[in-house]
């Protein structure tokens, strides 16, 4: 049978055990505030159990902010991008609600693709980037590669025989954003390796795509039309597509910085 002994414990000393308890139990972040959030806790009368609520919430926290930032940065964005920045007055024939819902992130878990067309500076890379900073803060792995990115990677990885592993690594990931798809012309060998990529990932888990082609276009990318019909079958199957129009922000904010009527917000 065990007793329980209650000890007085100097300020000094209490400190020092809380310090080393904190390291022992890797609580970084509670370590930094305990002594300034104990002393604002005895100025306002709290009890023991407020005050250990309130250190270990702010543990709580900064674990989720680092977790997000962790995220953010294992997606390899090429520069931040938020969807509360775009200016949806641009994309008329996309509703703000159907933009909130798209950042819940619910066609992600449903395993469903997102196909962003339109001419280049209409706002589909900031968008792209934008979704999934939202699923990578959510929680979600999410990995942000151009195509032709993407398939010099896999060719690297044929030649090495570690296709397998790389495909095993986008598989896995809950959204894999792939930009610039029609922007150059894969070869056979290419387009095939990508369209494992497509295939290891169809109805199970989510790809988000940027183009600035119309479908009836991707037999140029992809050269085998079969092989360019059956990536658009499985990126539209079950689908959004949005088409962000044709009137590039760039060109009007550098239409308008001219004037001098002041930049538009590029996207």
Request: a neutral charge; glycine letters at 8%.
């Amino acid at each position: 049978m065990s007793t329980t002994t209650t000890n007085t414990t100097t300020d000094p000393a209490a400190e020092a055990a809380i310090g080393a308890a904190c390291k022992t139990l890797n609580l970084s972040s509670a370590a930094q505030v305990a002594g300034s959030m104990a002393e604002a806790a005895a100025r306002q009368r709290r009890t023991h159990s407020g005050f250990l609520a309130d250190v270990l919430t702010y543990e709580c926290e900064q674990r989720e902010d680092r977790r997000r930032a962790r995220r953010i940065k294992e997606a390899k964005f090429p520069r931040p991008k938020r969807l509360e920045d775009f200016d949806l007055d641009q994309v008329p024939d996309l509703p703000p609600a159907s933009l909130a819902e798209l950042a819940r992130g619910t066609w992600i878990d449903n395993g469903e693709p997102l196909v962003l067309m339109g001419d280049s500076g209409t706002g589909k890379t900031h968008m792209l980037i934008g979704l999934g900073t939202a699923a990578a803060e959510q929680g979600r792995r999410v990995r942000y590669i151009t195509t032709a990115a993407l398939v010099n990677e896999l060719v690297e990885a044929a030649d090495n025989k570690e296709l397998s592993k790389i495909i095993g690594k986008y598989s896995r990931l809950d959204l894999l954003c792939l930009d610039e798809v029609g922007y150059v012309q894969l070869d056979t060998r290419g387009a095939e390796l990508l369209f494992q990529i497509i295939t290891a990932r169809e109805e199970r888990a989510s790809i988000a795509c940027a183009s600035n082609a119309a479908f009836s276009e991707w037999g140029q990318t992809f050269t085998d039309p079969r092989l360019a019909a059956a990536v658009v079958d499985r990126l539209t199957f079950r689908g959004h597509i949005i088409n962000t129009g044709t009137e590039s922000y760039r060109l009007k904010t550098t239409q308008q910085n001219r004037k001098g009527t002041g930049p538009a917000r590029a996207n």
